[in-house]
């Protein structure tokens, strides 16, 4: 059975990989719309960048991993199944539950992996890429300032400037309306001015060569004109609270302990307390998700007998989004207190996971499974849709190449 087991584990650990490496690029490219705004609104550098998308990496595996390995399993034991090996070992009288074993080496890696990621490296992950932003936004406090434009990015100040100079921070044709005193609104205009960062602050000074004051007094109507060779500026950042919180800790950059801690101390606050108690829940009930989809793979892919990849991902995709919206209904429940965190993360796991049992022990003693047939009238939907959808985007890009 040795040889056996290592050939299952050489048949899974390939798609397993290939899985992880497919679905972490998808979740790339939706953060990917993030970090494009910060390099067109920030002008970040490259390895802000690149750090950026190294500290998300637990968040994706997180949900990445469960589905690899239920796509990697899927994926194997239909192969297995459709050159009819699982035939032969079964005429050898080998068992399918002789088989579980390699699978469930497999399970376990993801299940330990995936519950480091939650317990450890998910919230040191969020927790990095937040005191990043900070710094980030601290130290690009200038940027987001547009040429031509009234920008209103400051507390209670409207600021338009010709030109800016990204590089020198020099600015030419300025025009400020100063309304932090209502009393004693005062406009300033000025040929040229130096932007200067305050990050410790959440501030930005601007100052200004050869301009001109002009304050009008509401109280008892009233202006005064002042001329000035140089003149020093400085205003914060608009929202500044917005910016506070990244320098305190969400449920999910909490360690495990810290989130304990932090559901005793919120226990007469129902909304906080669920909240947190969700948060404790989903670090269990995420890794778990490979065991339940694992087992429900194993008895999809001997039935099924394909060994178009198509196939298994028109049915492991289904299954996954289904799964993952019932996680999703069961947190929103739980959040608002109309079940408990328990049941409402949990309740996935079981559900998935007593139909991979059932299915198992069936397909394990040659009995009928009634409902494969619906599963397969899924499966070959969904992998026709997405063999159209491959199709259609292959013609749009050969369109494109040749005009």
């Not at 600015?171 to 005062?186: K, S």
Request: charged residues 20%; glycine residues 6%; hydrophobic residues 50%.
């Amino acid at each position: 059975m040795r040889i056996v087991h290592r050939h299952i584990l050489r048949s899974v650990m390939t798609p397993l990989g290939v899985n992880l490496l497919f679905f972490t690029f998808i979740f790339f490219m939706g953060k990917m719309l993030k970090i494009t705004k910060l390099i067109i609104n920030y002008q970040v550098e490259a390895g802000v960048i690149v750090r950026l998308l190294l500290y998300s990496i637990p968040h994706f595996l997180v949900f990445v991993m469960p589905m690899a390995v239920m796509m990697a399993i899927l994926l194997a034991f239909m192969r297995m199944a459709a050159d009819n090996e699982i035939m032969v070992l079964k005429s050898a009288g080998v068992s399918l539950y002789r088989l579980i074993p390699a699978a469930l080496a497999i399970i376990v890696g993801g299940v330990l992996a995936t519950l480091t990621m939650t317990i450890y490296g998910m919230p040191q992950g969020k927790l990095a890429i937040k005191r990043l932003t900070y710094e980030t936004l601290a130290a690009h406090a200038n940027v987001g300032l547009q040429a031509r434009t009234f920008n209103n990015r400051f507390e209670k100040v409207t600021l338009y400037v010709n030109a800016v100079d990204s590089q020198t921070m020099q600015l030419r044709d300025i025009f400020i309306e100063d309304r932090r005193n209502p009393q004693a609104v005062a406009t300033i205009v000025a040929p040229s001015g130096q932007l200067i960062r305050l990050p410790e602050r959440r501030a930005v000074r601007l100052r200004l060569f050869n301009g001109m004051i002009n304050q009008v007094q509401r109280a008892e109507p009233s202006a005064r004109v002042l001329h000035f060779a140089t003149y020093d500026f400085e205003f914060n950042i608009k929202p500044a609270d917005k910016l506070a919180r990244y320098k305190r800790k969400d449920e999910d950059e909490m360690s495990l302990a810290e989130l304990k801690a932090h559901i005793r101390s919120v226990h007469s606050d129902p909304d906080d307390y669920y909240e947190a108690l969700n948060e404790y829940h989903s670090k269990f009930s995420i890794p778990a998700a490979c065991l339940a989809l694992g087992l429900l793979a194993i008895p999809l892919g001997v039935e099924l007998k394909s060994s178009r990849k198509s196939a298994g991902l028109g049915m492991g995709l289904p299954l996954f989004v289904l799964y993952y919206v019932m996680m999703s209904a069961g947190r929103s429940l739980a959040e608002v207190g109309l079940v408990e965190p328990a049941l409402g993360l949990w309740l996935p796991n079981a559900v998935f996971g007593a139909a991979g049992i059932v299915m198992l022990i069936r397909s394990a003693n040659e009995k009928p499974l009634y409902w494969m047939d619906g599963i397969r009238f899924i499966g070959r939907t969904a992998a026709g849709a997405f063999k159209r959808l491959t199709r259609r985007l292959t013609r749009g890009r050969m369109f494109r190449g040749d005009s």
